[in-house]
Structure formats: C-alpha cells, structure tokens
Nanobody, 123 residues
C-alpha cells in the first residue's frame, strides 16, 4: 500500500502562484504514474495533470495548459504541481494519486489517494 501526503495549498489572489507537493511512502515500487486531480464544491473530481514514472511523459488537462507544471523527484518519491496565473475557478481541493498496473485486470488505475489540500483563489 501507498500513503500520500499533499501540502502547499492556501489562499492566493487571482494571478498568483502556488506550489503543491505530494510525498509518497510505502510500497511505491509499482508506481507507473502520479497525478493531480481536483474537486470543487458541487462538482465531480476532475483530472489536472499526471507524469509517467518511466519516462517523465506528461499529460495536462486543457484548462491548465500553459499555467500549471507537473514535475517529480524520484529520489524523494514526490510529485509537484507548480501553479501560476491562478484563476478563481481553480479553487478546489487538490488531490494527488498513484497509478499502478493492476495485475488482475491488466488496467492502469489510480489506487491510492492523498487527503487533499485546499486551494482558494480570490478575485
């Protein structure tokens, strides 16, 4: 099992920046990717970005391209989300997650989730 702890959230004005961190511990050797998701009040959880562990391939949601940057530090089992040009609509709880290949289904799944960190962007 894997445990994830997010940090770095807070209150920021529109146009500002925040850097989120997610430290993983436990059985991380099977990790294929780590990603960031967010959930705003009254909305479903949505994908933000992820990074593949083997080759650093990165995917971003369209609404954050050019504003957010995901990165990783393998030695620390940590993933980061650098957020700039923040907008009020970015306000949400941000979660990091670990993707693994599930042997029984041969599918990649986000199996482990952090507790979330609140990001609030004021106008």
């Amino acid at each position: 099992q894997v445990q994830l702890v997010e940090s770095g959230g807070g209150l920021v004005q529109a146009g500002g920046s925040l850097r989120l961190s997610c430290a993983a511990s436990g059985r991380t050797f099977s990790t294929t990717a780590m990603g960031w998701f967010r959930q705003a009040p009254g909305k479903e959880r949505e994908f933000v970005a992820n990074i593949r562990w083997s080759d650093d391939r990165i995917n971003y949601a369209d609404f954050v391209k050019g504003r957010f940057t995901i990165s990783r530090d393998n030695a620390k089992n940590t993933v980061y989300l650098q957020m700039s040009s923040l907008k009020p609509e970015d306000t949400a709880v941000y979660y990091c997650a670990v993707e693994e290949l599930v042997a029984t289904t041969a599918l990649y799944e986000y199996r482990y989730w952090g507790q979330g960190t609140q990001v609030t962007v004021s106008s």
